[in-house]
């Protein structure tokens, strides 16, 4: 994985080939991604359904499709569908338990697993509602789809993540489990842009979001580093660039998207 691609390309590609499918291998290789992602208490509540826009029955592609980003889902060829499982945190002692037998938690076997059944799986169990509402297992999840974008890219394929309006009917098309939450779609596929899919998008400043052991102190933004970023190639010109317009007349007629 390059540096360059989490700090400099990395980016949501909104256009991509309709008529070029993916392949499940590298698919496969995302989902491993996701998969090795850290999560608390080594839980792994992040689940997908991959949808191969070549196979997917009927009604599960029409679930997906909704008004204004669903240009995107209805060109993409694969949606993959990321969701979370809250029933994987009812295992949380299971999985606990294996990372002491693992010996990557605690130093005494034995006496961690009797400190996990003695205390910290009942504590875990009764703050479990406080961590559901915590937002703590969906970060897990983000990480692990972010780990899932980065490989997409380095295999040269694009994604877009689009939040749905359409989870209950996603839920019963798809089957999900009742303990499911769908999280987002995310459009895989080959860009029809190009590498830079229109620059850098706006960001808000480095100071003022990143602080130095307190609030009010901004973290120092050195410019020599900025400087070493541009000289690597890691940083890209801000959108939009010089040829976006005619880019984007280009990728609506190819394409045949609506006006917005
Ligand atoms: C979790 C998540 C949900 C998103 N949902 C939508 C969405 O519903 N519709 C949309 O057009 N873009 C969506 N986006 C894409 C963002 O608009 C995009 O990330 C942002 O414009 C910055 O562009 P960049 O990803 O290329 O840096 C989503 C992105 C993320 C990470």
């Not at 499709?65 to 809250?86: C, E, M, T």
């Not at 915590?134 to 990480?143: K, N, P, R, V, W």
């Amino acid at each position: 994985m390059e540096v360059q691609e989490a700090i400099g390309t990395r980016r949501t590609y909104r256009f991509l080939l309709p008529h070029k499918g993916v392949e499940l291998a590298k698919i496969q290789k995302m989902l491993e991604a996701a998969r090795r992602a850290s999560f608390w208490g080594n839980v792994q509540a992040l689940r997908a359904v991959v949808v191969d826009r070549a196979t997917a029955r009927e009604d599960v592609l029409a679930s997906l499709s909704a008004p204004v980003a669903g240009f995107q889902i209805d060109r993409a060829p694969v949606v993959i569908v990321w969701y979370l499982d809250y029933a994987a945190l009812d295992d949380q002692g299971d999985r606990l338990k294996e990372l002491v037998n693992a010996r990557v938690l605690g130093v005494d076997r034995e006496k961690a697993l009797d400190t996990l059944d003695s205390f910290l799986i009942p504590f875990f169990q009764k703050v479990m509602p406080h961590i559901k509402a915590s937002g703590l297992t969906e970060i897990d999840c983000g990480q692990g789809i972010a780990q899932a974008t980065l490989v997409a890219i380095d295999q040269g394929l694009g994604t877009a993540c689009l939040s749905t309006p359409n989870e209950e009917v996603i839920k019963k098309n798809m089957r999900l489990p009742d303990t499911a939450k769908v999280l987002l779609l995310m459009c895989v596929g080959y860009p029809a842009e190009s590498r830079e899919a229109g620059g850098q998008r706006p960001r808000l400043p480095f100071e003022g979001i990143f602080h130095l052991n307190e609030y009010g102190n901004p973290f120092p933004c050195d410019e020599k580093v900025i400087e070493e970023l541009k000289q690597a190639r890691l940083l890209q010109e801000p959108a939009p660039l010089p040829e976006r317009e005619a880019e984007l007349h280009y990728l609506q007629k190819a394409l045949d998207l609506p006006d917005f």
